[in-house]
Each structure stands twice: as structure tokens, then as C-alpha cells.
């Protein structure tokens, strides 16, 4: 079943912090964050592994509590060039379960 | 840097058209896999391999077949082209065969934008 992103869409200004999360009605082995520039390909950003071991990112953290199948992505003063769709993908036995997205809009 | 290439950014077919959509991936990844990505629904799988002439269902392999006959080639076709099958369709590669592909990053191609009039 598809993991739930929530916001849909989010606008900020240039220096603002932003939560984006992923919720799974599954439990989770592992959480993937990508992120799409409007018609560019996904680019990984950070894997969350059962465990807590990450990998991933220098600027962008995020946590992954497996009690609640829950992860968050978390975007600190953020910069213009953080705009774009943010995805998550749960990982269960072969493949990730993709969620459907959270805009981000950065402004100046 | 591991690159993913697709044969065409942008396709147009006719209704019933047999269409040949190439991936090509220069890291020798065990895996690859064929999303279709849609507005609201994120990406979906249709396909995926973990070795070469080896081929897994996703969640939408209905309309579409695949092959892998080179570990650094995957193909998805459209069998007969329908209206319902416009979508951006994006091809992707990572390590790991079988159950550990989950641990590991996937790489993306710039996607395919097939339209079918």
C-alpha cells in the first residue's frame, strides 16, 4: 500500500525550515527520499534503515521511527535550489512503494 | 558517476503501435526497474530485474512486457499502444540483486514522455 506524504504542497521563503513526512500503514525495513526537479529524473537523497543506520545527505536530515512507521524529512534553512517534489519509497522485500509527492516551492 | 540512459525523452504513438522503450545503465547493476510516473500517484513499477533474463511483475504490469537479455539493458514494450498508457515512464538501477535491493540507492534516467493519440 502506498506510504501517506503529507503536505501535499508547501511554500517558503529562501531561509525557512520545512518538515515534509511519510507514513506506512506497513512495517518498514527502510525509507528512501528522493527528490525531482521539474523535468529532471529523481535524485537519492538519503537512505533511513531499520536500525538507524543512515546514509545519505550532508544538509538535509531526517528520522525514521519504526514503532510508528513513520519517517520525517527535514529541510533546514532552506535554499532556492531545494525546490521540487520530494518523494518517499518504503522498503518492503524486493522493491520500494513510492508515495505520491510533496511539492516544495522556495522563494526569494 | 553511474549514468542511466533512455532512448528518447519524448515519444509519440498511434493507438495499437507496438512501442520499444531502451534503458541502458554503465555501472553494472544487478538491478533495474520500469516506473510509470503520473501526476498525483507518484511512481508506480511495472517491472523489474534482478539479473539478465530474469523479470519480476510490480504493481502495474498490465499492457507491458520487458526483457533483459544484457545485464546492462533493460527494455520495456508496449505490446499495443492504448490512450491509457500516456505517462512519463522512467527507468532506474541499483545494486544488489534479490531481497537487498532496498538497502541501496536507485539511479534514474531522464524519464521518456510517451504520448499515444
Known amino acids: 500500500q502506498q506510504p501517506v506524504q503529507s503536505p501535499q504542497a508547501v511554500i517558503l521563503r529562501e531561509g525557512e525550515d520545512a518538515v515534509i513526512n511519510c507514513s506506512s500503514s506497513k512495517a518498514l525495513y527502510s525509507v528512501h527520499w528522493y527528490r525531482q526537479k521539474h523535468g529532471e529524473a529523481p535524485v537519492f537523497l538519503m537512505i533511513l534503515l531499520k536500525g538507524g543506520e543512515q546514509k545519505g545527505h550532508d544538509k538535509i536530515s531526517a528520522s525514521f521511527n519504526e514503532k510508528k512507521q513513520q519517517s520525517s524529512l527535514y529541510l533546514t534553512a532552506s535554499q532556492l535550489s531545494y525546490s521540487g517534489t520530494y518523494f518517499c519509497?518504503?522498503?518492503?522485500?524486493?522493491?520500494?512503494?513510492w508515495g505520491a509527492g510533496t511539492k516544495l516551492i522556495i522563494k526569494p | 558517476d553511474v549514468k542511466v540512459t533512455q532512448s528518447s525523452r519524448y515519444l509519440v504513438k498511434r493507438t495499437g503501435e507496438k512501442v520499444f522503450l531502451e534503458c541502458v545503465q554503465d555501472?553494472?547493476?544487478?538491478?533495474m526497474f520500469w516506473y510509470r510516473q503520473d501526476p498525483g500517484l507518484g511512481l508506480r513499477l511495472i517491472y523489474f530485474?534482478?539479473?539478465?533474463?530474469?523479470?519480476e511483475k510490480g504493481d502495474i504490469p498490465e499492457g507491458y512486457s520487458v526483457s533483459r537479455e544484457k545485464k546492462e539493458r533493460f527494455s520495456l514494450i508496449l505490446e499495443s499502444a492504448s490512450t491509457n498508457q500516456t505517462s512519463m515512464y522512467l527507468c532506474?538501477?541499483?545494486?544488489?540483486?534479490?531481497?537487498?535491493?532496498?538497502?541501496?540507492?536507485?539511479?534514474f534516467g531522464p524519464g521518456t514522455r510517451l504520448t499515444v493519440t
Open positions: 555501472m553494472d547493476h544487478e538491478n
Open positions: 532506474a538501477s541499483s545494486l544488489a540483486p534479490g531481497l537487498g535491493s532496498f538497502f541501496y540507492e536507485q539511479y
Open positions: 519509497g518504503t522498503g518492503s522485500n524486493y522493491q520500494l512503494i
Open positions: 530485474s534482478y539479473d539478465v533474463k530474469m523479470k
